[in-house]
């Protein structure tokens, strides 16, 4: 069991060396050769053209199991901050940490990504895995892969929790896919059971919650969607071990370039899973014109706009700003619900707010039923009423 090169197939190209982020392979006479500090990353299986290389991972016993110590997760940036989800997944991981008696590890990729450590110790980080790269300042799903493969192959975490994020949701996969183990997405709850991670996701539609555990293979892996999980109170008194690992890329073996980052929401403007008031619209609102009166009224109390799924489907509104089981799942103070009828599906996602107001014609609407305040009427006469005096309000301010 491990990695092996078959010499016969082997011609010495040097793409495996190219791609080796840890600088564990040389060419010698030809023929490739995989030194020591291998990691068992697989980034070099991948791009070889010849399948000269050969990596098989041992299966684990329950001694093996054994092995695997503390609960990681992985820290998100974007524009420079950590993502609120990985504060989340902090603050959860010390919990589950605490419960099996384990430390918390984070694991940070970037160009300059040191002073993050600080930041996240506050939440429960007890060590902070950081990989220093200038191309690693953009997200580039091989580059990733590789390294955190290579890092859990090397330091053997007992669970790794990754964000339900479009960056989570497509890296977690690959890592699991790499490693050949399991993965478990989208959760709504992280727990212990018999020393076992129990991970609960909505299943059939959202229907019904299912609990999953995974107790044959390590890391236990999983994604969490944001807002799901509350954000403790920072401890500025802690610091993280810092554990450093330099690693090679060469900017010319990329698989994936990135030619363009699109933004769908505008400048100034958070984005749905951080807002604090969202005003969503659905099936009610009739066409994407009439979304203006929701617009206005965000502009005038400092929100964003949302949506159900039905106003995707009709092409209202772009994806990005869907809540809800195949959305996003967000937990604003304030969510006004405009012309959505409620379904399970669109709960999942919005059910955490603090407060939330429903507005729709029908009585008998599902969103009825978790709403705090309910308005039974004709949205297109009180979403302009209520801005008007709302503004009314505000300028005596």
Known sequence: MGIEIVLDKCTGCALCVKACPFAAIKVKDKKAIIEANCTLCGSCVEICKFDAIILERPKLSDKDLSDYKDVWIFVELREKEIKKVSLELASKAREIADT???????????????????????????????????????????????????????????????????????????????LKIGLTADCTG????????????????????????????????????PNVMKVSNPDTSRNAEIISTPVEIDSKAKR????????????????????????????????????????????????????????????WRPRSDQVGQSGKTVSPKLYIACGISGKIQHQVGMKGSDTIIAI?????APIFDIADCGIVGDLFEVIPALNEELKKNLSKN
């Open 190 to 225: 992280l727990s212990i059971k018999d020393g076992l991670l129990l991970q609960t996701r909505p299943a059939f539609g959202g229907n019904i919650m299912a609990d999953i555990i995974t107790p044959n293979t390590r890391p236990q892996m999983a994604t969490v969607r």
């Open 256 to 315: 994936i370039i990135i030619k363009e980052v699109v933004k769908t929401t505008k400048e100034g403007v958070k984005s749905l899973d951080e807002a604090d008031i969202i005003i969503s619209g659905g099936r009610g609102m009739g066409s994407s014109e009439n979304f203006k009166i929701l617009e206005e009224l965000a502009d005038t109390i400092n929100g964003v706009v949302g949506v159900s799924r039905a106003a995707v489907d009709a092409g």
């Open 100 to 178: 099996l008696g384990e430390r918390v590890g984070a694991v940070i990729l970037g160009g300059k990504v040191k002073h993050f450590c600080d930041d996240i110790a506050g939440y429960g980080v007890d060590i902070a895995y950081i990989t220093e790269n200038e191309n690693l300042v953009e997200y580039n799903t091989n580059n990733y892969t590789g390294i955190l493969t290579g890092l859990i192959m090397k330091y053997k975490p007992n669970i790794v929790i990754f964000p339900a994020t479009h960056l989570g949701r497509d890296l977690a996969p690959r890592v699991a896919a790499s």
């Open 360 to 364: 729709n014609n029908d009585p008998e």
